[in-house]
């Protein structure tokens, strides 16, 4: 029960972060520091959403849910920082105003 009741919530994770990751831009201008910085984080964002992903597949639970969860730190970070813009969602993002 405990195990269903997990993989229902990461299920839940999953399309909340889908939706995050399709509304995120990278706000920097092309050429900047802080673009770079923006990559540099997007690429971690996927790399830990990927691996959520197959922990899932896998049934790893706890560390697909802790991998699903680095993901979204990175990007809510990411918003608040400013380096993505997230359109103004209070909902999906954590942001500063």
Do not use: K, Q
């Given at each position: 029960?405990?195990?269903e009741d997990l993989a229902k919530r990461i299920e839940r994770y999953f399309r909340i972060e889908e939706e995050a990751i399709k509304k995120i831009r990278i706000s920097p201008a092309e050429g900047s520091f802080l673009r770079k910085i923006a990559e540099d984080n997007m690429e971690m964002?996927?790399?830990y959403y990927s691996d959520a992903k197959d922990f899932y597949r896998k049934g790893?639970?706890?560390n697909a849910f802790a991998a699903l969860n680095y993901s979204y730190g990175w990007i809510d970070a990411g918003v608040r920082l400013g380096i993505f813009d997230g359109a103004g969602d209070h909902r999906l993002f954590t942001?500063?105003?």
């Open positions: 029960m405990i195990e964002i996927m790399s790893d639970l706890i942001l500063y105003e």
